[in-house]
């Protein structure tokens, strides 16, 4: 009762606004950040930041700002590892792979979105019917959209709308440059040059000194 009763608390007054935004961004190490935002009544603010950081855990961080004189938003985020089957939240698993070339980097991120384990009751799956979330994603290199299952991509950027009702998994592909092994290399073929240079303008009168043909008659 009292997991239901905080879940009827923190959800209610989102998901009848309709203004859930979830922002998932991706580092190139594989750190994963994810933030929930809503706009809610001042009335419900303080209560819903409990409730939220009850919920979810305090290992989240939850916060209200004021917008305009009846409304606020409320805002929770958590920062994680890249280690694999990782639970953020419950009903929620996210894996994040790195594969590197010479020069190229490639960005794999798999969300799966088990309803079940978050919506456990008719009243919790009633409450969560009312809405559709916005789910977006910032990847560390450019998306490819032929590998990313998402509604649509923007460069480095993907979004979707979640149905909270509905089990999903999400797969983001993103390709990315390695810049410090590029900067090595332009390092390298600098210092090359460096100490090449002084032999240069002998190479080149080597190169121009004219030649001499023997004839034989």
Known sequence: ???MARLVVFCLPLLLTGCVEVEIQVSSL???????????SQRAADVLKAAAQNYLGRDWRVTVE???EKMNIIRAWKSYSQAAGTKPMPGV???FRRR???????Y????RYEPSELLQTKDERAIASNSKVTVRFFMPGRILPEQSTVTSVDGNKAELTLDPLSRTEV????VGIIWWRLGLLLLVIAVLIWFIAPYVP?????LKRPTVKVVQR
């Open 100 to 106: 590197n070339g010479w020069f190229r980097a490639t």
């Open 93 to 95: 698993v996210a894996e």
């Open 66 to 68: 004021r917008k305009g």
């Open 202 to 206: 002998r190479i080149v009168e080597r």
């Open 30 to 40: 594989g750190k994963i950040t994810q933030t929930f935002t809503a706009a809610v």
């Open 1 to 3: 009762m009292m997991r």
């Open 108 to 111: 794999e991120l798999k969300i």
């Open 171 to 174: 797969q983001i592909v993103a």
